[in-house]
Structures are given as structure tokens and as C-alpha cells.
């Protein structure tokens, strides 16, 4: 049964409905429990016939699955998400000035802001590119921010994704399933369109490319292969923006720049979309053993004669020690407090934040700082005695490793179960894209769900699946108005503030 005190993203808390989605509950009250299954497993067998899969590494059986879907919406009105935008607008800017400041002059470090160390010794903390600049100043891209919700103005950053954000083919392919599937729902409510994000994706890319590329960069998706988890969302995504999606083999630098093999001969490439972590981009540069990689292309880079997005470097931005630094971060760039907050976080490198996490491991989520996937986590209320006892152990012998967050009463969403609908816990990514004159949100997102009854856990890889998430126009547009699609800021040019006077360094 639901707890009364958790609000959920439908009927809000305790038997008090959200008012503005009444049509929708009518409609879930009168839709037979028998039809909306029906709905639902058309949409997976839709997903099985075109081959949306994932791969679940180190399992022999049922390597390739398809992520469960939902047919039960998520919504969110025009208020809350203009909220959500500009948070995350200020956030991923943030990301990106510091980014460009601890590759480069890294006045936040002498300022005292990060500890030096974090930075400088930390495994993601790309060394060889530290003197690069990339093309047009902007570091990560394409940013997967996670939210969680725990009340109804209630929202807070789990973490940060700006290496290689996965998930955005699903937020595409979900709502194609919903207006096959469930069209009523869009003629009650001006739900906003997410087709639009391949075309924004495709004018990022294009807009990073070096200066002196063609009026049409020559843009390229490149993928570790199709053994990699992701690699439908690879191919998804190369057909969408019509580019071509690469391996390693197909490409080649020489003096500095990089080809394309093509049948026609070779084809110099502007823009690389890459799809690979840095340690295997480029085995002159990371790891030697890497066959995922291309010789050179980080010479090319340097040389200013490609851009890679998201550039080298990018994943110290998602590390988990850094994140519980973000509220400092984003008010040393930005001038102001973070309008998304952090969940608290214990930062067990520090020994009376570690003394407090090994006190009350059973109610604390511990998490690896370089950990994904819902890997290398503890959910203390629900873990058994043995596996506290190893964290305890692994947490004494390596507390560096380690943040400890408490255990939030994290929104439900009513989602189809075996019995009927129940509620299920439910977090949310949106994807921000940062072109070189601005930001753009796709007014949706990839909200994933929990499908355990009292699970917290929603990686796909754990179990988890994936709703359609119904961003609402302002009632007061016209729908042509609120179905356009994009929001675009020109918050970049403010990217570098000075923290004491708020005036440009």
C-alpha cells in the first residue's frame, strides 16, 4: 500500500489528488486493467521487433533485453518544468566553466574551493589534455542530469551524467509507443514533443565544429561496437541525425587530421560524437591495449582540427566526490545559490563523515564515487547483514571511494503490475544539450521506474524500467506555440563570472 507521507507524481500525497491532472485519473479509473495491458504489450513487442535492446555484461543468459515500459505517463505542468529548466540550465553552465577552468587556469582549486587533490590524483581527471582547450570553449555537450522528487516543489540532483549520457533513444521510442498506443492523452493535455532532440543534437554538433570546416560540418557517431550495452541507442541515434556511425577501423589521422574510409575515397571529419570512455579513445595517448580507439586522434584534437563531444576529460564531472562539491561549484561560477540542491552527502574521505557513515550503514545509500549503473551501491534499509558487513569493510579499507547520502522518500508514479496498478519509486534524466551560443533542454526526458515493489533502485541494469514523460505547454499558448519543442537560453556567454564581484574574469 502506498505511504500516505511519500507524494506521488499522479495523486500527490496522502488521498489529496494534483488538481490539474483530474483527466488523467478519470482516465485511469476507467480504463480496464485488461486493456491496459493489452496497450503495454503491444509496446514491447513493438520494442523486441525493432531491436530495442540492452546488454547486461557478465550474465550468460538473456544477455540482450529489452527495458521495460510503462504505459502509464509522468507528468509534469509548464510551471514545474520551467523551474526544472532553469536549474538545470544553471547547473550544466556551471559544469562546463569548471570544466574549462581545472583543464586550464583553475582558479577554483587556488581559491580553496575543491581540494586540489580530488582533481589532480583523481582516475577520471584526463592529465594529457589538461593544456586543450576544445572548440568553442564547451566541455560537456550533451549532460543526462538525474532528479529525484520528494514533494511537490521538491526536486533534487542524484547526480550528474556528462561522459557518455545514455537513454535519450528511449525518451524518443517511449513517446512514439504513447501516441500509438494511448492517443486519447494527447488530445486531453498540450503535451509538448520530444521529436525535435535529434535535430537539436545534430546543431550542437555542428555548431562546435572547428572554424575551418565546411557550412556543413562533417559530423560522425563513433561506437565501441555492436557488443557494446548501448549500441542500439548508437545506431538510433546516427540514423536520426543522419551521420554515419563508425568503428575504429573506419577512421585514420594523418598529419593531424582525421578521414573517413569511405567506398568513394576518404572524407575529412569535422565532429566526432563519440561514444567511448576516454581511456580507450586514442591508444598513443590512454591505454595502449585499446582496439576501440583511433591512433593520433587526440593529436588531431589538440591541433584544433576536430572537435569530440563530449570532450576528453569530461567524466571528472560525474565522479560522486565532486558532485557533493556542486552547491560550492555552481556558486563560484554562477554568483548565486543552486536552484536544484544536492541530496545530502557524507563524503567518507573525511574522517567525521565516515565515522557517521559507519554508525548508520543500515540507514544510508553508499555509493562508489566512480560507480554507475547501479553498481557498487548499498541501500542500507533493504540490504541484508552480510552485505553491510562488506561495505563496512571495503568502506574501512577505502573511504576515499566512498559518499553516503540518506535514504529520501523518493515520488512514485501508479505503474502497471501484475495485479493492477500500483505505485512504484520513479527518478527522472533529462538531457541538456550546450551548443557554443547557448543551451538547449528537450521539454521531456527518460524517467525510470522501479518496478519492485519498495525498491529504490532504478537502473535498467538492476532491474528497473522506463515511462513517457509528459511535459505540459503553458495553457495559455496556443498548441502550435507549446508544441515547438526546444528551450533556449543564451546563458554561456556568462559562463565566467568572477566569484567576488560577479562581474566577467
Excluded at 85 to 109: H, P, S
Excluded at 379 to 387: C, F, I, K, L, Q
Aim: hydrophobic fraction near 40%; glycine fraction near 8%.
Amino acid at each position: 500500500m502506498q505511504d500516505r507521507q511519500v507524494f506521488d507524481e499522479i495523486f500527490g500525497v496522502g488521498d489529496g489528488q494534483r488538481p490539474e491532472l483530474g483527466a488523467l485519473t478519470d482516465w485511469m479509473g476507467r480504463m480496464p486493467v485488461a486493456d491496459l495491458k493489452r496497450r503495454h504489450d503491444a509496446a514491447e513487442a513493438a520494442f523486441r521487433q525493432i531491436g530495442i535492446t540492452f546488454a547486461v555484461y557478465g550474465e550468460e543468459e538473456a544477455a540482450e533485453r529489452i527495458i521495460p515500459f510503462d504505459i502509464l505517463p509522468r507528468v509534469f505542468s509548464a510551471r514545474e518544468w520551467a523551474s526544472l529548466t532553469r536549474g538545470l540550465e544553471q547547473r550544466v553552465a556551471a559544469i562546463n566553466a569548471f570544466l574549462l577552468d581545472i583543464y586550464g587556469e583553475r582558479r577554483i582549486l587556488r581559491d580553496g574551493i575543491v581540494p586540489a587533490d580530488l582533481i589532480l590524483r583523481n582516475p577520471q581527471f584526463a592529465a594529457p589534455i589538461a593544456d586543450i582547450r576544445p572548440p568553442k570553449n564547451v566541455f560537456a555537450h550533451i549532460c543526462g542530469i538525474d532528479l529525484v522528487r520528494t514533494g511537490p516543489t521538491d526536486f533534487f540532483v542524484l547526480e550528474d551524467n556528462a561522459r557518455t549520457p545514455s537513454g535519450v533513444s528511449y525518451m524518443i521510442e517511449n513517446r512514439e509507443a504513447m501516441l500509438r498506443l494511448c492517443p486519447e492523452l494527447f488530445a486531453m493535455f498540450p503535451v509538448q514533443a520530444v521529436d525535435g532532440y535529434p535535430d537539436a543534437l545534430l546543431s550542437t554538433l555542428r555548431s562546435v565544429a572547428p572554424d575551418r570546416a565546411a557550412n556543413e560540418p562533417v559530423c560522425v557517431l563513433l561506437t565501441p561496437g555492436p557488443f557494446n550495452s548501448a549500441f542500439y541507442e548508437h545506431s538510433f541515434l546516427a540514423d536520426n541525425l543522419g551521420i554515419e556511425l563508425v568503428e575504429a577501423a573506419d577512421l585514420e589521422v594523418r598529419d593531424d587530421v582525421v578521414w573517413m574510409r569511405t567506398i568513394s575515397g576518404p572524407v575529412r571529419v569535422d565532429v566526432i560524437y563519440r561514444r567511448i570512455d576516454d581511456d580507450f579513445l586514442d591508444p598513443l595517448v590512454f591505454r595502449a591495449d585499446s582496439l576501440l580507439g583511433v591512433p593520433g586522434l587526440i593529436a588531431a584534437y589538440r591541433a584544433g582540427n576536430v572537435a569530440l563531444v563530449n570532450a576528453p576529460g569530461t567524466g571528472i564531472a560525474d565522479d560522486k566526490a565532486i558532485y557533493s562539491y556542486m552547491p560550492e561549484i555552481v556558486r563560484y561560477y554562477s554568483g548565486g545559490e543552486a536552484l536544484l540542491p544536492n541530496v545530502q552527502t557524507f563524503r567518507c574521505r573525511e574522517p567525521e563523515a565516515l565515522a557517521y557513515t559507519l554508525d548508520h550503514l543500515d540507514e544510508l545509500v553508499v555509493k562508489l564515487v566512480d560507480g554507475s549503473g547501479g553498481y557498487g551501491m548499498l541501500v542500507g534499509p533493504t540490504s541484508s547483514r552480510a552485505e553491510i558487513d562488506r561495505f563496512r569493510a571495503a568502506l574501512k579499507a577505502e573511504p576515499h571511494r566512498y559518499i553516503a547520502q540518506p535514504t529520501l522518500a523518493l515520488s512514485t508514479c501508479p505503474t502497471l503490475v501484475e495485479d493492477g496498478l500500483a505505485p512504484r519509486h520513479v527518478d527522472f534524466r533529462p538531457f541538456v544539450l550546450t551548443r557554443a551560443d547557448g543551451i538547449t533542454i528537450t521539454p521531456g526526458g527518460l524517467t525510470r521506474v522501479a518496478l519492485r515493489e519498495g525498491s529504490l533502485v532504478v537502473n535498467s541494469s538492476q532491474g528497473g524500467g522506463t515511462k513517457d514523460s509528459f511535459v505540459l505547454g503553458d495553457p495559455f499558448l496556443t498548441q502550435s506555440q507549446s508544441l515547438e519543442g526546444m528551450h533556449q537560453s543564451q546563458i554561456l556567454p556568462d559562463l565566467f563570472t568572477d566569484p567576488a564581484t560577479g562581474g566577467r574574469a
